[in-house]
């Protein structure tokens, strides 16, 4: 059981530079979600999803795209790439979003670093 | 807006030693509040959750208490292990957003 995956596990971009940061899930899970980790900062929601075709807005979503053509896949699009977006990205999963009842899993990060 | 705040770290103490780590929340609603734990070059795991008041979560011998009159989910852990070394984060999840406190890196020394 694989559980969350994100690939690639270490990035690094030039500024104005695109990527996508992959996600996929083999739980079943309807909610998904993207967070970026700062230190003194702990982790901040960028987007976030609660079934195939839907998504929103978490506290930090500028200069980030999100789509979820399936349940499985939610993918991070950074279309221009900025220092300020230097980070570890995280991906989570659960069967529903917050307030919930069941665990959120998390995917074990990718650490960009925009150059 | 929902928001957590938890106690600056580093913490750090000796084998056997009783642990408490402040969380404190800001929310309107009813949220869930939670604790996961971070090791090293790893993603983040649930450690354990509350999701009324007065409820109380416990897991690996930490425990944390949901106190709606205090706004707080202190996570305790009576005799620490070198093994619980590790960042620690309060989380508070409400109308499908969570938000995490800053963490706190417990060290454990033998």
């Known amino acids: 059981n694989a559980g969350v995956t994100q690939t690639p596990k270490f990035q690094v971009l030039k500024t104005g530079q695109s990527m996508t940061l992959q996600c996929a899930q083999d739980m079943n899970h309807e909610y998904m979600s993207w967070y970026r980790q700062d230190p003194g900062m702990g982790l901040r929601l960028i987007h976030y999803?609660?079934?195939?075709?839907?998504?929103d807005q978490g506290e930090v979503p500028n200069g980030y795209n999100v789509s979820r053509s399936t349940t499985e896949d939610f993918p991070l699009r950074l279309l221009s790439a900025a220092p300020s977006q230097t980070s570890v990205y995280f991906c989570?999963?659960?069967?529903?979003?917050?307030?919930?009842?069941?665990?959120?899993?998390f995917g074990q990060g990718t650490r960009l670093t925009v150059v | 807006g929902n928001s957590v705040t938890q106690m600056e770290g580093p913490v750090t103490l000796s084998e056997e030693a009783f642990l408490t780590i402040n969380c404190t929340y800001t929310?309107?609603?009813?949220?869930?509040l939670f604790w996961y734990v971070q090791y090293p070059g790893e993603g983040l795991q649930l450690l354990l959750k509350?999701?009324?008041?007065?409820d109380k979560g416990s897991n690996k011998g930490f425990e944390a208490t949901y106190r709606k009159e205090t706004t707080s989910f202190h996570l305790e852990k009576g005799s620490v292990q070198v093994s619980d070394s590790a960042v620690y984060f309060c989380a508070l999840g409400a109308d499908n957003d969570m938000r995490f406190g800053a963490g706190t890196r417990l060290t454990v020394k033998p």
């Open positions: 989570a999963s659960s069967y529903e979003g917050p307030p919930m009842n069941t665990e959120a899993f």
């Open positions: 929310a309107t609603g009813y949220p869930s």
């Open positions: 509350a999701t009324k008041a007065d």
């Open positions: 999803s609660v079934g195939a075709g839907i998504t």
